[in-house]
């Protein structure tokens, strides 16, 4: 009885601290609670008579952190991160107001007309660079300077300048 009062001692001031790491380490406060169980289960199964201290349950916490998320597909971690990262972004945007689409329409015939080509079948049409690429027949860098040049040139006309 007095090992598993000690592990309980040891539960108590350190559960918060060991806690925080594996959320922190996780981003997930769910896994970081089952982790940090897992080390005081571990610890219970084991019934040793060693004398675990903090620095052993950071550690333990830890690596079994970081065994979850060697475990976890890169992919899944992202589309995870990317999920909370953007939670409180759900409002969808007013769509453009007429306002907007003249002066795209002015911006395009001030561009040259390879440019405003490339422009419209990127924007209107929805065209890869690769697409555009082989609609126009030329290289997908050439693509690339006459969308930079026509942002360029929307850029200039929506901060006012010539």
């Known amino acids: ?20 790491l594996a959320a922190m380490l996780l981003h997930d ?3 970081a609670h089952d982790i940090v169980h897992d080390v005081f289960a571990a610890i219970l199964d084991n019934q040793a008579t060693i004398a675990y201290d903090t620095t052993y349950l950071i550690t333990s916490v830890r690596n079994r952190c970081l065994n979850k998320l060697k475990a976890i597909d890169v992919r899944d971690r992202f589309r995870e991160l990317y999920l909370i990262e953007n939670e409180e972004t759900d409002i969808i945007p007013d769509p453009p107001d007429e ?18 080509e490339v422009f419209k079948l990127r924007f209107h049409d929805g065209k890869s660079a690769k697409e555009i690429s082989k609609a126009l027949d030329i290289g997908e860098r050439v693509i690339y300077k006459h969308l930079r040049h026509a942002l360029t040139i929307l850029k200039h006309q929506l901060n006012g300048q010539p």
């Open 1 to 20: 009885m007095a090992i598993k009062d000690d592990i309980e001692t040891l539960f108590k001031e350190n559960y918060a601290r060991l806690h925080r």
């Open 99 to 116: 306002e907007i689409f003249t002066l795209i329409e002015e911006c395009e015939k001030l561009m040259p007309p390879k440019c405003a």
């Open 29 to 31: 406060t769910e896994a």
